[in-house]
């Protein structure tokens, strides 16, 4: 069993409208997150992968666009965008693109799964998921 991780850079705009009256993060600001993809598989004897990290980066890209240098709270199911949200958000997203391409597909030679993401809100604080409870659960 082979464990990859692609990592994805992007900055984002955010206020959390939930947090207490006077609390910072109730005020609009920007972060540099870091965002972990995970992936599992066994390695294809005849292409030599798990999965083409190409591939990660694809499945990732229109998530990307959607959420890079963007104001969070004005996109679909982040108006509360928390971290423990944004992941969650990110995950139904990038696992249905990893279930309908090449979750388990051996029809471009990759057998992997996605199996975890870790979203870094600085070089501190970070929170994971890997859609346990869900029906995105590996």
């Not at 004897?45 to 998530?63: L, M, R, S």
Request: aromatic share 12%; proline share 4%; hydrophobic share 35%.
């Amino acid at each position: 069993m082979h464990k990859l991780v692609q990592i994805v850079r992007f900055e984002s705009a955010r206020k959390l409208p939930k947090v207490p009256e006077g609390h910072p993060c109730g005020n609009v600001y920007g972060l540099a997150f870091k965002l972990e993809i995970h992936v599992e598989g066994e390695m294809d004897p005849e292409t030599g992968f798990v999965i083409d990290f190409g591939h990660i980066e694809a499945g990732i890209k229109p998530i990307y666009n959607q959420i890079d240098h963007n104001y969070l709270n004005d996109i679909e199911g982040l108006e509360n965008p928390t971290s423990e949200v944004l992941i969650k958000w990110i995950w139904e997203k990038l696992y249905e693109e990893f279930q309908n391409s090449w979750n388990g597909s051996k029809s471009e030679g990759f057998n992997s799964k996605l199996v975890k993401l870790v979203l870094w809100e600085n070089e501190v604080s970070r929170v994971e998921y890997d859609g346990s409870g869900t029906d995105y659960q590996m």
